[in-house]
Nanobody
Framework: QVELVESGGGSVQAGGSLRLSCAAS????????VGWFRQAPGKEREGVAAMRPGGGRTYYADSVKGRFTISQDNAKNTVFLQMNGLKPEDTAMYYCAAVLGYGGIWSLVWSYTNWGQGTQVTVSS
């Protein structure tokens, strides 16, 4: 059983930065495909970024390319999402998701079998 716990959310002004953390337990983060998703009120959950096992290939939604960076620390068994140049439209609940192995299409919710509880990010203009 994989447990994921997110942290690092908060309220910032436009242009600011936040770093989200996703601490995993139960399995090594390096053996999993890990993704970050977000969901704003009234909208569907959307993929933001993902990383293949072992710190492999990374993926980003077009809306965050050049501003967000996904990374991992194997010693801490933690995945991070560095968010720079935040915009009001980035406001959402952010979720960490993981699946053992290579995983499927990175941006699809059903590609992942384990989810965290979410952390709120609010960006004011």
């Amino acid at each position: 059983q994989v447990e994921l716990v997110e942290s690092g959310g908060g309220s910032v002004q436009a242009g600011g930065s936040l770093r989200l953390s996703c601490a995993a337990s139960g399995y090594a983060i390096s053996s999993m495909c890990v993704g970050w998703f977000r969901q704003a009120p009234g909208k569907e959950r959307e993929g933001v970024a993902a990383m293949r096992p072992g710190g492999g290939r990374t993926y980003y939604a077009d809306s965050v390319k050049g501003r967000f960076t996904i990374s991992q620390d194997n010693a801490k068994n933690t995945v991070f999402l560095q968010m720079n140049g935040l915009k009001p439209e980035d406001t959402a609940m952010y979720y960490c998701a993981a699946v053992l192995g290579y995983g499927g299409i990175w941006s699809l919710v059903w590609s992942y079998t384990n989810w965290g509880q979410g952390t709120q990010v609010t960006v004011s203009s």
